[in-house]
């Protein structure tokens, strides 16, 4: 593979169009030879029906069941994976604390789980200071995820409870869609020392032949020097046939707007089970980027991710 060929036409974007730089790719190592680089998971699910509800769930029965460590330890045995970073899964409100605690205890006996990210509500005024400051007692949280309104550069509520967030240092991890990276956008604006992560590339709408909102929205997002993107989920997106060739550009795409310093490989497990195995996914992802220099892969792989994630 060469730079004149990796682009495909589903983002509409012809390989001219796209100018990751020569210095990024190893032209000593053609082919699929993979090179043994470990990499730091960003987005490691575990469901604990036992301790902790998720709702959600009920509308994913593939997954609608315990996920512990040991399973996770299973499924990516051959990814070569090193540290770890929970991310809170979708239990039901009120439940963030409870989470991130039973996690802190479960990484005393997992010393790779270097840090979490873990659920709150930004909206409830002082109750969210209140939340804040409970979570930042248990040392392996690292920043939250909390719901993104379609107001959110406006909301009083979402900005004051965000202003909470960023004087604690703490980082944000962006779960939307395209139609909301504009709102985003102003977000990280309004907050420029505070880190953001966008998760799963922004969940572009791979159904849609028109990607420009999405381009367009990882492009404006890619200029705030304090956003990063994690790319994952991209599988799921694509359901039982996705493969490396509808996948990759969109990967390709998020490399050349972020750059090597501000990407992030996770996983989604068990997420990633809907459409396929976790190990399908890592060996995809790195045939994608496996003729990148091996100074940019553990850029990508795992010093980005210990960085952006104080780990």
Not at 31 to 52: A, E, S, Y
Not at 79 to 90: D, L, W
Not at 161 to 180: I, T, Y
Not at 283 to 306: C, M, P, V
């Amino acid at each position: 593979m060469n730079r004149r060929t990796f682009s495909q036409s589903l983002l509409g974007v012809s390989a001219a169009t796209l100018s990751i730089p020569d210095s990024m790719w190893s032209y000593e190592n053609e082919g699929d030879q993979l090179r043994n680089i470990p990499k730091t998971d960003t987005h490691m699910h575990l469901f604990d029906l036992k301790n902790l509800s998720y709702s959600w769930l009920k509308n994913s029965p593939t997954i609608n069941r315990n996920f512990d460590l040991q399973d996770y330890k299973a499924a990516t045995k051959s990814a070569n994976i090193g540290k770890m970073v929970f991310m809170e899964s979708g239990a039901d409100a009120g439940l963030g604390l409870k989470e991130a605690a039973l996690v802190s205890q479960l990484a005393l006996s997992e010393p790779n789980i270097k840090g979490i990210v873990a659920k709150a509500d930004l909206t409830q005024g002082s109750g969210t200071e209140q939340a804040l400051e409970q979570l930042c007692e248990l040392p392996l949280v690292k920043g939250v995820r909390a719901g993104f309104p379609k107001n959110a550069a406006t909301s009083s509520d979402f900005l004051a409870g965000f202003k909470a967030l960023a004087d604690r240092k703490l980082s944000f991890d962006l779960l939307l869609s395209p139609p909301l990276m504009n709102e985003a956008v102003e977000v990280a604006k309004r907050f420029p020392d505070t880190i953001f992560i966008l998760n799963h590339l922004g969940n572009p709408n791979v159904e849609d032949a028109d990607t420009t909102q999405w381009r367009d929205g990882i492009e404006k997002l890619a200029k705030r020097p304090n956003v990063n993107c994690k790319i994952s989920g991209i599988i799921t997106r694509f359901g039982q046939d996705w493969s490396v060739e509808k996948i990759k550009p969109y990967i390709l795409y998020a490399i050349e707007k972020f750059g090597t310093d501000r990407l992030v490989f996770a996983g989604d497990w068990p997420v990633v089970l809907k459409a396929g195995s976790y190990q399908s996914w890592s060996r995809a992802f790195e045939k994608i980027t496996g003729q990148f220099s091996d100074e940019d892969l553990h850029k990508i792989y795992h010093e980005n991710a210990d960085r952006i994630y104080r780990l």
